[in-house]
């Protein structure tokens, strides 16, 4: 088993630029077309907190007309007609928190009649100025407001959205990295495994060449070349399955690495020492797991933060049961006056104030609807509340299974080397025995049967073993944080 390590290590040294384990990692995680959307979709989320932020941003809004008028009213058949008249009204206005909203508006007019020539009915000035500020506001003070802000829970309901959001990136990517590291992990066992059915191969070719030169000798008969050969043609199909197997491996880490027909074999570093980065800093102890699991674990930090979602939408909810009084009024000054120097020094010296407060209060007599939705909403976040209980009870027995299995693939790896050098002395020791007759061609065939199992097996325990590492690492919540650290930061860092 060594040499078939030595062996590949060997041949990997030529490929400088071949694709270390991390290295496949990180480009998993900058191609992966799952975390892309994940990393739409979290911009998405930015869009529409962009949008919610929006309406808190000051309007602008103005208006000018110009009027002409000439039908007189009874009143007015011998007055001064017709009438022109233009106006000009700007004005901004803005969102408060709480539903209020405030307005500022200044207005000018400027009216202008042609009066008639008649010495029976003296008309008025011709002319009229008035210019005039205005600020009004409208603000309630219970529902949405007093006790519960409701836009202000809007706006904070979308900050929990977007880290929701931020989490599902985690989420992806840790779910990314994972196949792509247990892929790897199988792409290195599997060409490993073509190593162990080609040595196979070879010595059931060597024995078969040796039989038919001693059988021209007269030392072995035609079942031995018969066993031979049915040995040499189940290794030869062995191998085959073996390099397809390796195929289809390095096809599923193109998929989640998203790179279709560039990579070859040849261009991964396929090292197993590499693998030994799996072991460091590994934590079994099941209280720190549990401590580092419940801070670290994305499944359930998206429940929290469902849960702080599901608290503003039950404050929400329990607002529209509550009486709607608004406070309202506006404050303002004018002037008016013949010329327009006139009505403007009037506006400057405030002459004309006019103002207006009051309260406007609103209750339905009994909100049943009001109600009935209150309590489904407090229903759904008892639900969370529970899954959050059953997520993190799920973690515990989660980690123990996870550590359990470490311990016990550690183990069974160590027992299977163990095993694959015994069969290895075995199969030698025998071999000598048959070069001094003293071995049969059947026992041979069975020992190297032995040896090419307990390799397999071997093998077979290691995958166990490391994917047992990673599963770990996954169920901690560490897998990005440990293994692509400056990939975990730039998410952390979106806006």
């Known amino acids: 088993m060594k040499k078939i390590i030595i062996l590949l290590l060997f041949t990997t040294i030529s490929y400088v630029q071949a694709l270390t384990l991390q ?6 995680l900058k191609n992966n077309l799952d975390i892309q959307n994940s990393i739409l979709a979290f911009k998405e989320n930015q869009m529409d907190q962009l949008k919610t932020l929006s309406m808190y941003i000051p309007q602008l809004s103005g208006s000018y007309t110009k009027n002409s008028l000439n039908q007189p009213s009874v009143s007015q058949m011998f007055s001064t007609y017709p009438i022109e008249a233009n106006s000009f009204t700007p004005s901004v206005s803005m969102l408060l928190p709480g539903g209020g909203s405030i307005q500022a508006q200044y207005s000018y007019q400027y009216s202008q009649s042609t009066p008639i020539n008649n010495p029976m009915f003296p008309s008025s000035s011709p002319d009229s100025y008035t210019a005039q500020y205005t600020i009004s506001f409208n603000q309630p003070l219970l529902q949405n407001f007093l006790f519960i802000p409701q836009d202000v829970n809007i706006i904070r309901m979308a900050k929990h959205s977007k880290e929701i959001a931020r989490d599902m990136i985690y989420q992806a990517s ?15 066992i599997a060409k490993l495994n073509v190593e162990v059915k080609n040595n196979s191969f070879k010595r059931a070719q060597t024995l078969l060449s040796k039989n038919l030169k001693n059988k021209s000798l007269g030392i072995v008969e ?9 040995a040499l043609a189940q290794r030869t199909s062995d191998l085959l399955s073996s390099q397809g197997n390796v195929k289809n491996v390095l096809n599923q880490l193109k998929i989640l690495m998203n790179q279709k027909g560039s990579l070859n074999i040849e261009d991964f570093k396929l090292n197993l020492e590499k693998l030994s980065l799996f072991t460091n800093n590994m934590i079994t102890n099941l209280e720190k797991a549990k401590r580092i699991s419940y801070s670290n674990n994305i499944g359930l930090k998206i429940l929290q933060e ?14 529209k049961i509550m009486p709607q009084l608004n406070l309202f009024g506006n404050y303002g000054y004018y002037g008016n006056a013949d010329t327009e120097e006139d009505a403007f020094q009037a506006l400057s ?13 609103s209750m339905p007599l009994f909100p049943a609807g009001s109600i009935a939705e209150l309590k489904k909403q407090k229903a759904e976040l008892q639900k969370i509340q529970n899954n959050i209980t059953k997520t ?4 515990e027995t989660q980690l123990k299974d996870k550590i359990r299995d470490v311990k016990i693939a550690k183990e069974s790896m160590l027992s299977m080397k163990k095993n694959d050098q015994y069969q290895n002395q075995k199969l030698s020791e025998e071999e000598k025995k048959y070069k001094m007759g003293r071995s049969s061609n059947r026992v041979i065939i069975m020992y190297q049967d032995d040896v090419e199992n307990a390799e397999t097996f071997y093998l077979q325990s290691l995958l166990r073993y490391y994917i047992s590492l990673l599963s770990l690492d996954y169920a901690e919540g560490l897998l990005i944080k440990k ?3 400056d990939f975990y930061n730039s998410i952390s860092k979106l806006k």
């Not at 196949?179 to 790897?184: A, K, S, V």
């Not at 702080?308 to 909810?317: H, S, T």
């Not at 010296?349 to 209060?361: E, F, M, Q, R, S």
């Open 392 to 395: 993190k009870l799920q973690i």
């Open 483 to 485: 293994y692509a650290p």
């Open 349 to 361: 010296d405030k002459k004309y104030k006019n103002w207006t407060i009051g309260l406007n209060l």
């Open 222 to 230: 035609n079942t031995d070349i018969l066993g031979s050969r049915a």
């Open 23 to 28: 290295e496949s990692g990180q480009l998993a």
């Open 174 to 188: 840790e779910n990314v990295l994972l196949n792509t590291y247990i892929t790897y992990v199988n792409l290195i």
């Open 306 to 319: 469902q849960l702080k979602l599901q608290k503003l939408n039950v404050q929400n909810m329990a607002s």
